[in-house]
T-cell receptor
Framework: KAGVTQTPRYLIKTRGQQVTLSCSPISGHRSVSWYQQTPGQGLQFLFEYFSETQRNKGNFPGRFSGRQFSNSRSEMNVSTLELGDSALYLC????????????FGEGSWLTVV | EDQVTQSPEALRLQEGESSSLNCSYT??????LFWYRQDPGKGPEFLFT???AGEEKEKERLKATLTKKESFLHITAPKPEDSATYLCAVQAPNSGGGADGLTFGKGTHLIIQP
């Protein structure tokens, strides 16, 4: 059974640019959530999508956005990149039922220079 | 104020030396408490979910327990391959992750020396 797949794994961007990260959840999983991980702040919740609707949002500026498609695949976008956006971005998926397990992908490493 | 606090931040043990990691939480309406293991450069690997006080789960050398205020991850006779960062997270409506996301602690970096 394939796990959560994230692309690209590594990327380098310049300040002011924008970036789009992609996530394919485990087959059958309808909930996809995104997290940012940095050495200083640890893992922080960005947002969660279910059936193409954003249900929850963390405390991040509007430059961070996401969407989910009808096949449950999801993308997140960061516009006007800042140096502080350098981080590991993790996607997680679940069945979204009570008692569900939340599985993570390997992440996308973003470096902003 | 942190809603999930893990201690210690780092722990170094000898192979075979059992110990416990702590995760205390202050959220209400807990839907689930999750434990993950994370190796350097990789995504978190799911270990356990606990739902109610008094619940316990075991997997190989690991055992997780839950009370109304904290969870413990007990490691019995650890081996070097158990070295990793162990992350605790809660799922609760009034937490940073909302009802469907996870709010994580900062993790415990565990090193098992041969």
């Amino acid at each position: 059974k394939a796990g959560v797949t994230q692309t690209p794994r590594y990327l380098i961007k310049t300040r002011g640019q924008q970036v789009t990260l992609s996530c394919s959840p485990i087959s059958g999983h309808r909930s996809v959530s995104w997290y940012q991980q940095t050495p200083g702040q640890g893992l922080q919740f960005l947002f969660e999508y279910f059936s193409e609707t954003q249900r929850n949002k963390g405390n991040f500026p509007g430059r961070f956005s996401g969407r989910q498609f009808s096949n449950s695949r999801s993308e997140m976008n960061v516009s006007t990149l800042e140096l502080g956006d350098s981080a590991l971005y993790l996607c997680a998926s679940s069945l979204a039922t009570l008692g569900n397990t939340i599985y993570f992908g390997e992440g996308s490493w973003l470096t902003v220079v | 104020e942190d809603q999930v606090t893990q201690s210690p931040e780092a722990l170094r043990l000898q192979e075979g030396e059992s110990s416990s990691l702590n995760c205390s939480y202050t959220v209400s309406g807990l839907r689930g408490l999750f434990w993950y293991r994370q190796d350097p450069g990789k995504g978190p690997e799911f270990l356990f979910t606990l739902y109610s006080a008094g619940e316990e789960k075991e997997k190989e050398r690991l055992k997780a327990t839950l009370t109304k205020k904290e969870s413990f991850l007990h490691i019995t006779a650890p081996k070097p391959e158990d070295s990793a960062t162990y992350l605790c997270a809660v799922q609760a409506p009034n937490s940073g992750g909302g009802a469907d996301g996870l709010t994580f602690g900062k993790g415990t970096h565990l090193i098992i020396q041969p």
